[in-house]
């Protein structure tokens, strides 16, 4: 499942989400979805290449959050199959131009996640999501490309604001759903985010249904700064739900991530032969972790993390999605016991218009 936020009415929010639902091997139901909840701007003050950040004590490398109000531009690209040596691929994304963002400060009592004060007013060229799907006998590979363009800071600007020298991190949740018993795994240990574990980086974590591999994210590779070609290690980080300041991501700016959360568990029964009471809540999360850019500075960069599902080649019988909300354009791609479904969700709900003014704003807090 693919969704992305549009409106035909009003600049278009920028939110997407993507997830898969299938039997695993060991014949268990299960849903496996990530959402980028933030953009996170931090100073790696240690060095050790991630967002370090500690709510319960008070402590954190973040500086900035930066908030994506709204697009000028919306571009689909549909569905194109292509064979990669004898293997079919299907590849898809969306575009969002000429973005409308908020650089928040990163103060108490929201730290940034949900409204506060604007340190600066931003354009983001561009944020471009491609996917690449595979199959090969029983396991899915899902190639991601993030490009995320320039950032220019713009009027109304605070004095000595700048991101000169900072770095980038991508929060993102995954939201898990089975059958039986779920665990996760995070550089080869049991990593559970509601546990407060220390953040721990990885190359490699898996998402297990009754302990065997239903899902993995494989996670060793670079990142590429577009304007220079220059290429740095993404770290990746696994990381305990302190690691976000109490009731993280409420109030307007946050909306389609709540709405999209309900839209999936509602399709659960449909998509996934899951209950839709299932808990998708970020909050929730077993395996919250972020992606990282340590040399950054507001350069535009691309960068292709790869997923990994393992099923069962045994077909579960359950009803494909006999309704979608209208003005969804529906695309299924069949794969034996898998249906990757591709949607883009139009929104009559308008979108707050960045106003020019003179000073940097307050944005209000919902904590």
């Known amino acids: 499942m693919f969704l992305a936020l549009h409106s035909n009415q009003a600049d278009s929010p920028v939110f997407s989400f993507v997830g898969q639902a299938y039997n695993t091997s060991s014949g268990s139901r299960a849903f ?9 701007v931090y100073n790696d003050t240690n060095n050790n290449g991630y967002l370090d950040a500690n709510y319960t004590s008070g402590t954190t490398e973040l500086r900035y959050t930066l908030i994506m109000n709204a697009s000028q531009t919306f571009t689909p690209h549909p569905v194109n199959k292509t064979l990669i040596n004898g293997t079919p691929h299907y590849g898809w994304g969306i575009t969002y131009g000429s973005i409308q963002a908020i650089l928040i400060n990163a103060t108490q009592p929201g730290y940034g996640y949900g409204g506060g004060m604007s340190a600066s007013y931003a354009m983001i060229d561009h944020v471009s999501m491609f996917y690449d799907y595979s199959v090969s006998g029983n396991t899915t590979f899902l190639k991601t490309s993030y490009q995320i363009g ?11 604001v700048t991101l000169q020298g900072l770095s980038l991190s991508l929060l993102h949740a995954t939201l898990t759903v089975a059958s039986k018993q779920l665990t996760v795994e995070a550089g080869n240990a049991p990593y559970n985010s509601q546990t407060n574990q220390p953040a721990s980086s990885f190359n490699t974590a898996q998402v297990k249904v009754d302990d065997i591999v239903a899902y993995e994210f494989r996670f060793k590779d670079n990142y590429t700064l577009t304007n220079t070609l220059a290429t740095y290690p993404a ?13 993280a991501f409420q109030g307007q700016y946050f909306t389609p991530l709540i709405s999209a959360e309900q839209y999936v568990g509602g ?15 970020y909050s929730a999360t077993q395996f919250l972790y972020r992606i990282s850019y340590p040399v950054w500075s507001g350069q ?12 069962s080649a045994t077909a579960p019988n359950i009803p494909r999605t006999p309704g979608l909300p209208t003005g969804v354009l529906l695309v299924a791609v069949a794969t034996g016991s898998l249906a990757l479904v591709v949607a883009i969700m139009g929104l009559t709900r308008s979108r707050k218009r960045v106003q020019p003014t003179s000073e940097p704003q307050d944005l209000g807090q919902t904590m």
């Open 32 to 40: 496996v979805g990530n959402a980028l909840l933030a953009m996170e």
């Open 150 to 160: 320039n950032v220019t800071l713009i009027p109304p600007r605070s004095p000595g």
């Open 235 to 247: 770290v990746y980080v696994a990381s305990p739900i302190d690691s976000l300041p109490p009731n």
């Open 267 to 281: 399709q659960l029964p449909d998509i996934a032969g899951l209950p839709s009471s299932s808990n998708l809540d």
């Open 300 to 311: 535009a960069l691309q960068h292709d993390p790869t997923y990994v599902a393992h099923f």
